[in-house]
């Protein structure tokens, strides 16, 4: 199995922009002139025009202000302050600042469209730190 991160935004040429700016990520393919597709994740990125108020899953309407989703992406980067920095600077809103963990430096970002994501970087021990000595 594999898999690939579907992005619904209003706007594929402003999202575009925003996720090479932010992340580097390189213009794959283009579907037309709403579905475009980014690579340099270690899953493909499909960016897909849906305007907001259109009918998504569950019979939920789409919506592009900071909006609550339990699943989001985190990305993990070496140096989560300098990752931060090229966020802000291609959009992206500060929610939570980079803190340190015990498994690393987090900070709490959204995208232009509301969509929230983390910027992570681990420490040496990442995720291990959390369980307890045994």
């Not at 992406?73 to 929610?95: C, F, H, K, Q």
Request: negative net charge.
């Amino acid at each position: 199995m594999s898999f690939l991160l579907n992005i619904d935004v209003p706007d594929v040429a402003k999202a575009t922009t925003f996720y090479t700016e932010a992340f580097g990520l390189t213009v794959g393919r283009r579907f037309g002139a709403d579905f475009v597709e980014l690579n340099g994740w270690p899953a493909p990125v499909y960016l897909l025009t849906k305007q907001a108020g259109t009918i998504g899953a569950g019979g939920d309407r789409r919506r592009y202000e900071r909006h609550w989703t339990p699943m989001h992406i985190d990305v993990v980067v070496d140096d989560v302050d300098a990752a931060v920095a090229r966020a802000l600077s291609a959009g992206a809103i500060l929610e939570a600042p980079a803190r340190d963990a015990p498994y690393g430096r987090i900070a709490m970002l959204a995208d232009p469209f509301g969509h929230g994501f983390c910027l992570l970087a681990f420490s040496a021990r990442g995720y291990d730190a959390l369980l307890g000595s045994s």
